[in-house]
C-alpha cells in the first residue's frame, strides 16, 4: 500500500462510503476500516431515513420537530442544511439503485416517535444495510479509490498544528501514512456501555483519537438510549424498531399496565422519556425488562415490514407473532462528537469528520429518530467542495523499521485476558454511572477512578513505543505484538472516551435530553450552550446557534 493519499477516510459505513462518492474525482483516496467483516452501525440500522417527500409534510415541519427533539440545543443553521438538503438525497440514493419500500402512490413511509408526519422512508427494517449496500456497490466505481478491510488506525498524525496523515497497524508492521486531509467517518462509542444496540467496533475511537490530537469535542454528555432492545440473558441486545411502535406496537409492564401511558405521545414519546420511563419501572418492580406487544401491527404487517426483527427472534426462541417480548433500554446513538462546522471541517486544520462521529449541531440534546442516516449523507456530499491546502512541513522519511521490541518489554504489564477483563468492567462503570439516570456525586468518583486507571494504563512499553514512533519509520511486531497493542489501544481509547463522558456529564449541572441528573431533574436556562472540551483544558460552554 502507498504511503500518501490525497485523502484518507477513516470508517466504511454510510458516512464513510458517501464521503468516498462525493470527495472531487480527482483526487486519490483510501478508504479504511479497522474490521474485515461487514456489520457497522450504519447497516444494522433498521427504521430508516427521514427526508419531506410529500404534499402533506413540510420542511419547516421536520425542522420544527428536529427542534423540539434537541431540547435547545440544535443549531438550527445545521438544522435546517439537514431538513433542506435531505430530499435531494433521497434522488442520490435512487440513482444508486437504493431499494426503498414502495406502495401504489410512491415511497413508503412511516411514522417514528416525536414526527408530525409519515417522512420515514423504509427498506423493510433492514434500510441500513440497503443503503450500506446500494452505496458499497456505487464505491467500487469510483475512480482513484482504494480501500481496505482490516488495516485499523491508531493515532492521528500531526505537525505544525495540522493533520497530515495517519498511523496504522497494517498487518504485523506499524507505519504511518500521510494525507492531504483525513476524514474520520468511524461512528459512535455505544460499545462504551455494557448494554448497547451498536457493534463491537462502536467503541469511539474516532473521537478518542481526534481530541489526543488537539481537536475540539462537543456534547459528549448527550447519548440516546434506545427504549427497546431485545433483553435476553446472554443474547445480544438487537434494536426492535422503533417503527414496529410507529405501526401499532405497544409497551406494558410486569402487571400488563402501560410504563409510559403518563408520557405526552405514550408509546411514540420521546426516546429519552421512554427510557427513563421504562427505567423506572424495572427498578420499581425489580425487573430486568417490560415487554413489548407486537401483535396489534398484525401479523401481515410484521411478515412483510419487519421481516429481520421476526427472523431474529425466532432464531432465539421468540415469536413475537405469538407472545410479547422482553424489551429494555440500551446505548443507542451519540449525539455529541467531534465539533464540526457545516463543511464538516473540525477544529485542527486537515481533519474532518462526517457521521455519529461529528457534532455537527444537529442532533442538540437528543436525536430525532431516523435523522442520522441522512446527516451522514448530508454532510458527507459537503466535502465535494473538498479543496486541499498546501500541506505544512513534515519530516523526511527515514528508510527501514526502527528496532523491534524485545520479547520482555513487549509482553509486560497486563496479558490478553486480563485486557479484556478491564474492558468489560469500564462498560459496566460507564452502564451504572452514566447510562439513563446519572447522579453527580457517582459520576464524580467514577471520573476519578478512570483517570488513574489511565495513567497508569498509558506506560505500557508498547503503547508508548507505537506512540513515539517517528514520522517516515516502521515498527515490525509479532503476531501476539500486534493482537496485545491493539487491546491497549481499545482499553486507551475507552477510558479516554469514558473520562470526557463523565467529565462532560458532571460539568452540566442541569437534565437535557439524553442527559439525566437525578440531583438535577430539570433544564435549566444557563445551560441552553453547548460543552466542548479540548486536550488539557477544563471543560467550557459555547452558545447554540439560534440564527
Same mark, same amino acid.
Given at each position: 500500500?502507498?504511503?500518501?493519499?490525497?485523502?484518507?477516510?477513516?470508517?466504511?459505513?454510510?458516512?464513510?462510503?458517501?464521503?468516498?462518492?462525493?470527495?472531487?474525482?480527482?483526487?486519490?483516496?483510501?478508504?479504511?476500516?479497522?474490521?474485515?467483516?461487514?456489520?457497522?452501525?450504519?447497516?444494522?440500522?433498521?427504521?430508516?431515513?427521514?427526508?419531506?417527500?410529500?404534499?402533506?409534510?413540510?420542511?419547516?415541519?421536520? &425542522? *420544527?420537530?428536529?427542534?423540539? %427533539? @434537541? #431540547?435547545?440545543?440544535? +443549531?438550527? !443553521?445545521? /438544522?435546517?442544511?439537514?431538513?433542506?438538503?435531505?430530499?435531494?438525497?433521497?434522488?442520490?440514493?435512487?440513482?444508486?439503485?437504493?431499494?426503498?419500500?414502495?406502495?401504489?402512490?410512491?415511497?413508503?413511509?412511516?411514522?417514528?416517535?416525536?414526527?408530525?408526519?409519515?417522512?420515514?422512508?423504509?427498506?423493510?427494517?433492514?434500510?441500513?444495510?440497503?443503503?450500506?449496500?446500494?452505496?458499497?456497490?456505487?464505491?467500487?466505481?469510483?475512480?482513484?479509490?482504494?480501500?481496505?478491510?482490516?488495516?485499523?488506525?491508531?493515532?492521528?498524525?500531526?505537525?505544525?498544528?495540522?493533520?497530515?496523515?495517519?498511523?496504522?497497524?497494517?498487518?504485523?508492521?506499524?507505519?504511518?501514512?500521510?494525507?492531504?486531509?483525513?476524514?474520520?467517518?468511524?461512528?459512535?462509542?455505544?460499545?462504551?456501555?455494557?448494554?448497547?444496540?451498536?457493534?463491537?467496533?462502536?467503541?469511539?475511537?474516532? &473521537? *478518542?483519537?481526534?481530541?489526543? %490530537? @488537539? #481537536?475540539?469535542?462537543? +456534547?459528549? !454528555?448527550? /447519548?440516546?438510549?434506545?427504549?427497546?432492545?431485545?433483553?435476553?440473558?446472554?443474547?445480544?441486545?438487537?434494536?426492535?424498531?422503533?417503527?414496529?411502535?410507529?405501526?401499532?406496537?405497544?409497551?406494558?409492564?410486569?402487571?400488563?399496565?402501560?410504563?409510559?401511558?403518563?408520557?405526552?405521545?405514550g408509546d411514540l414519546a420521546p426516546r429519552d422519556q421512554v427510557s427513563r420511563a421504562l427505567a423506572r419501572c424495572m427498578a420499581e418492580q425489580g425487573v430486568t425488562h417490560v415487554w413489548l406487544d407486537l401483535r396489534p401491527v398484525g401479523r401481515e404487517r410484521l411478515e412483510r415490514q419487519f421481516p429481520t426483527i421476526l427472523r431474529r427472534c425466532r432464531e432465539l426462541g421468540l415469536d413475537p407473532c405469538e407472545a410479547?417480548?422482553?424489551?429494555?433500554?440500551?446505548?443507542?446513538?451519540?449525539?455529541?462528537?467531534?465539533?464540526?462546522?457545516?463543511?464538516?471541517?473540525?477544529?485542527?486544520?486537515?481533519?474532518?469528520?462526517?457521521?455519529?462521529?461529528?457534532?455537527?449541531?444537529?442532533?442538540?440534546?437528543?436525536?430525532?429518530?431516523?435523522?442520522?442516516?441522512?446527516?451522514?449523507?448530508?454532510?458527507?456530499?459537503?466535502?465535494?467542495?473538498?479543496?486541499?491546502?498546501?500541506?505544512?512541513?513534515?519530516?523526511?522519511?527515514?528508510?527501514?523499521?526502527?528496532?523491534?521490541?524485545?520479547?520482555?518489554?513487549?509482553?509486560?504489564?497486563?496479558?490478553?485476558?486480563?485486557?479484556?477483563?478491564?474492558?468489560?468492567?469500564?462498560?459496566?462503570?460507564?452502564?451504572?454511572?452514566?447510562?439513563?439516570?446519572?447522579?453527580?456525586?457517582?459520576?464524580?468518583?467514577?471520573?476519578?477512578?478512570?483517570?488513574?486507571?489511565?495513567?497508569?494504563?498509558?506506560?505500557?512499553?508498547?503503547?508508548?513505543?507505537?506512540?513515539?514512533?517517528?514520522?517516515?519509520?516502521?515498527?515490525?511486531?509479532?503476531?501476539?505484538?500486534?493482537?496485545?497493542?491493539?487491546?491497549?489501544?481499545?482499553?486507551?481509547?475507552?477510558?479516554?472516551?469514558?473520562?470526557?463522558?463523565?467529565?462532560?456529564?458532571?460539568?452540566?449541572?442541569?437534565?437535557?435530553?439524553?442527559?439525566?441528573?437525578?440531583?438535577?431533574?430539570?433544564?435549566?436556562?444557563?445551560?441552553?450552550?453547548?460543552?466542548?472540551?479540548?486536550?488539557?483544558?477544563?471543560?467550557?460552554?459555547?452558545?447554540?446557534?439560534?440564527?
Amino acid at each position: 500500500m502507498a504511503s500518501h493519499f490525497d485523502v484518507v477516510v477513516v470508517g466504511s459505513g454510510a458516512a464513510g462510503l458517501m464521503t468516498c462518492l462525493e470527495l472531487p474525482p480527482d483526487l486519490q483516496v483510501l478508504l479504511l476500516s479497522k474490521s474485515s467483516s461487514p456489520p457497522s452501525a450504519s447497516r444494522w440500522a433498521q427504521g430508516g431515513i427521514a427526508a419531506v417527500t410529500s404534499a402533506e409534510d413540510s420542511f419547516d415541519s421536520h &425542522v *420544527a420537530d428536529t427542534l423540539r %427533539a @434537541g #431540547a435547545g440545543l440544535c +443549531d438550527q !443553521e445545521a /438544522v435546517a442544511v439537514l431538513v433542506r438538503e435531505a430530499p435531494a438525497c433521497v434522488e442520490r440514493l435512487l440513482q444508486l439503485g437504493m431499494a426503498f419500500d414502495r406502495t401504489p402512490e410512491g415511497l413508503s413511509t412511516t411514522l417514528e416517535a416525536a414526527h408530525s408526519h409519515r417522512r420515514v422512508l423504509h427498506a423493510q427494517d433492514r434500510t441500513g444495510g440497503a443503503l450500506v449496500d446500494a452505496l458499497e456497490r456505487e464505491v467500487q466505481r469510483r475512480p482513484g479509490l482504494v480501500q481496505r478491510k482490516g488495516i485499523p488506525v491508531l493515532q492521528l498524525w500531526v505537525e505544525n498544528g495540522c493533520c497530515v496523515g495517519v498511523q496504522v497497524l497494517e498487518g504485523d508492521r506499524l507505519r504511518w501514512l500521510r494525507a492531504g486531509a483525513v476524514v474520520l467517518a468511524s461512528g459512535g462509542g455505544g460499545h462504551l456501555f455494557a448494554h448497547t444496540t451498536n457493534p463491537a467496533q462502536a467503541s469511539g475511537d474516532g &473521537v *478518542a483519537m481526534a481530541w489526543s %490530537a @488537539g #481537536a475540539a469535542v462537543r +456534547d459528549l !454528555e448527550f /447519548v440516546q438510549f434506545h427504549p427497546t432492545a431485545l433483553m435476553l440473558p446472554g443474547a445480544p441486545h438487537f434494536l426492535i424498531s422503533e417503527a414496529v411502535r410507529g405501526e401499532g406496537a405497544r409497551l406494558f409492564d410486569a402487571a400488563g399496565r402501560s410504563p409510559v401511558s403518563r408520557l405526552e405521545g405514550g408509546d411514540l414519546a420521546p426516546r429519552d422519556q421512554v427510557s427513563r420511563a421504562l427505567a423506572r419501572c424495572m427498578a420499581e418492580q425489580g425487573v430486568t425488562h417490560v415487554w413489548l406487544d407486537l401483535r396489534p401491527v398484525g401479523r401481515e404487517r410484521l411478515e412483510r415490514q419487519f421481516p429481520t426483527i421476526l427472523r431474529r427472534c425466532r432464531e432465539l426462541g421468540l415469536d413475537p407473532c405469538e407472545a410479547r417480548i422482553p424489551v429494555a433500554p440500551a446505548a443507542h446513538y451519540w449525539m455529541g462528537g467531534i465539533a464540526t462546522d457545516l463543511q464538516a471541517a473540525t477544529s485542527l486544520p486537515g481533519l474532518y469528520a462526517v457521521g455519529e462521529v461529528a457534532s455537527t449541531g444537529v442532533h442538540g440534546a437528543n436525536r430525532l429518530a431516523s435523522n442520522s442516516l441522512m446527516e451522514c449523507l448530508v454532510f458527507a456530499r459537503r466535502l465535494r467542495r473538498l479543496r486541499l491546502q498546501p500541506p505544512p512541513p513534515v519530516p523526511l522519511p527515514t528508510s527501514g523499521p526502527v528496532a523491534a521490541l524485545a520479547g520482555q518489554e513487549a509482553l509486560a504489564g497486563p496479558d490478553e485476558p486480563s485486557l479484556m477483563a478491564a474492558i468489560g468492567e469500564l462498560r459496566r462503570l460507564c452502564w451504572q454511572v452514566a447510562g439513563v439516570e446519572r447522579r453527580g456525586v457517582d459520576l464524580e468518583a467514577a471520573l476519578r477512578r478512570v483517570r488513574r486507571e489511565r495513567s497508569g494504563h498509558e506506560r505500557s512499553a508498547l503503547l508508548r513505543r507505537a506512540h513515539d514512533l517517528p514520522p517516515g519509520r516502521e515498527l515490525p511486531l509479532t503476531p501476539a505484538q500486534s493482537r496485545r497493542l491493539l487491546l491497549l489501544q481499545d482499553l486507551r481509547q475507552r477510558l479516554v472516551l469514558a473520562e470526557l463522558l463523565m467529565e462532560a456529564a458532571a460539568f452540566r449541572g442541569e437534565s437535557r435530553g439524553g442527559h439525566f441528573r437525578t440531583d438535577a431533574p430539570a433544564p435549566q436556562p444557563f445551560w441552553r450552550r453547548h460543552t466542548v472540551q479540548l486536550r488539557g483544558e477544563p471543560p467550557l460552554t459555547t452558545p447554540v446557534d439560534s440564527r
